[in-house]
C-alpha cells in the first residue's frame, strides 16, 4: 500500500463545479504540501499545511492530522484550474523525506 | 529573485551516454532535492543535498549521482543510460534543513529523451 494515496485519479467537470481531491497517508508528518503540476511540467506550490486549513483565492486545503487526511478544493472551477494536482507529505519516518501521492488530473470543461 | 533554474531544458541523448544535469537554486536557498517523473508515473525522489552533503537518497541505482557546490548550485549525474532513463528530471529547492517544514520551489525540469 502506498503511503500517500490520492483520489480521485482522473476526474472531469463542467466550469463552476465546486471541485474536491482528497489526500489520506499513513506515516507521522511535519506537513503537507499541495502542488499544482501543468501540460509541460511546471510545478507549483499552491499550500503547506501542518494543522487546519488555509484559503487562496477560490482554492481551500484542509487537513486533519487526527484522521491522516486532506482535501483540496477550488470552488468556481475554470478550464484554466485544468491541471494534475499532486499531494505530498514530509515524513517523520523517513529522514524528513517528502513522499508523493500519485497526482489527480483534473480537466475543468467550459 | 529569480527563481529555480535548470539546464539544459531539453536534452537528447544516446543509449550508454552520461548525462549531467544542473540546477540554480532561488538565492540564499541552501536544500536541493532532484526527483524524476516519467510518463504517467508520479515523481520518484533521487536524493536532497544540503549545505553540499546528501542527506537523503531515494532507491535508484547507482548511475544515478549527485552533488552540491559551496554556492548551492546542483549537479545530477546518469551514466551509462537506458531507454527508461527518458523522464522530466525536477529540481527543487528550499530555505533550510532537516526537520524543518518548508516550502519547495520547482524549476521548470530537464527533459531527457535517450535514444
Known amino acids: 500500500k502506498n503511503e500517500v494515496e490520492q483520489s480521485p485519479q482522473n476526474l472531469t467537470a463542467q466550469e463552476g463545479e465546486f471541485i474536491t481531491i482528497n489526500c489520506s497517508y499513513s506515516?507521522?508528518?511535519?506537513?503537507l504540501h499541495w502542488l499544482q503540476q501543468h501540460p509541460g511540467g511546471g510545478i507549483v506550490s499552491l499550500f503547506m499545511?501542518?494543522?487546519?486549513?488555509k484559503k487562496h483565492g477560490r482554492l481551500i486545503a484542509t487537513i486533519n492530522i487526527q484522521e491522516k487526511h486532506s482535501s483540496l478544493h477550488i470552488t468556481a472551477s475554470h478550464p484554466r484550474d485544468s491541471a494534475v494536482y499532486i499531494c505530498a507529505v514530509r515524513s517523520l519516518d523517513s529522514n524528513y523525506q517528502l513522499i508523493w501521492g500519485a497526482g489527480t488530473k483534473l480537466i475543468i470543461k467550459p | 529573485k529569480a527563481g529555480v533554474t535548470q539546464t539544459p531544458r531539453y536534452l537528447i541523448k544516446t543509449r550508454g551516454q552520461q548525462v549531467t544535469l544542473s540546477c540554480s537554486p532561488i538565492s540564499g536557498h541552501r536544500s536541493v532535492s532532484w526527483y524524476q517523473q516519467t510518463p504517467g508515473q508520479g515523481l520518484q525522489f533521487l536524493f536532497e543535498?544540503?549545505?553540499?552533503?546528501?542527506?537523503n537518497k531515494g532507491n535508484f541505482p547507482g548511475r544515478f549521482s549527485g552533488r552540491q557546490f559551496s554556492n548551492s548550485r546542483s549537479e545530477m549525474n546518469v551514466s551509462t543510460l537506458e531507454l527508461g532513463d527518458s523522464a522530466l528530471y525536477l529540481c527543487?529547492?528550499?530555505?533550510?534543513?532537516?526537520?524543518?517544514?518548508?516550502?519547495?520551489?520547482f524549476g521548470p525540469g530537464t527533459r531527457l529523451t535517450v535514444l
Open positions: 527543487a529547492s528550499s530555505l533550510v534543513g532537516q526537520g524543518v517544514s518548508n516550502e519547495q520551489f
Open positions: 543535498y544540503f549545505s553540499e552533503t546528501q542527506r
Open positions: 499545511l501542518s494543522s487546519g486549513k
Open positions: 506515516v507521522g508528518i511535519s506537513a
